[in-house]
């Protein structure tokens, strides 16, 4: 019974960090998610075979990736010439918080 529990526990957290990667589509914080959810595993584990060690270095990875979009995003990609007005930029954060607001219920 303990093995069919303990692979039903790693089916679940695959699970779940599977689905914590496709929030990342809709813009939501998957990769902290994952650390969340890695971190409640391990405690639920004792901490047996995801270690704090193994939470504090997928914290470190989604800070890494979360400085990595953010580098991105404010590059702006392609030609420095064709960048958008401040018009359009707050344009797009407004429409942005908006759709948060407004869109995050539905989910």
Not at 33 to 40: D, K, P, R, S, Y
Not at 48 to 67: K, Q
Request: hydrophobic content about 60%; glycine content about 16%.
């Amino acid at each position: 019974m303990a093995e069919v529990a303990h692979w039903l526990g790693i089916a679940l957290l695959a699970l779940l960090c599977v689905g914590a990667l496709l929030t990342l589509v809709l813009g939501l914080p998957g990769t902290f998610l994952i650390v969340l959810i890695g971190g409640v595993y391990g405690w639920a584990t004792g901490f047996a075979e995801v270690t704090v060690g193994t939470v504090a270095g997928l914290f470190g990875l989604a800070l890494l990736a979360e400085a990595v979009e953010l580098a991105s995003a404010a590059r702006g990609g392609g030609d420095p010439e064709r960048k958008p007005s401040l018009r359009i930029t707050i344009a797009a954060i407004a429409g942005a918080i908006v759709g948060a607001i407004f869109g995050a219920p539905l989910l």
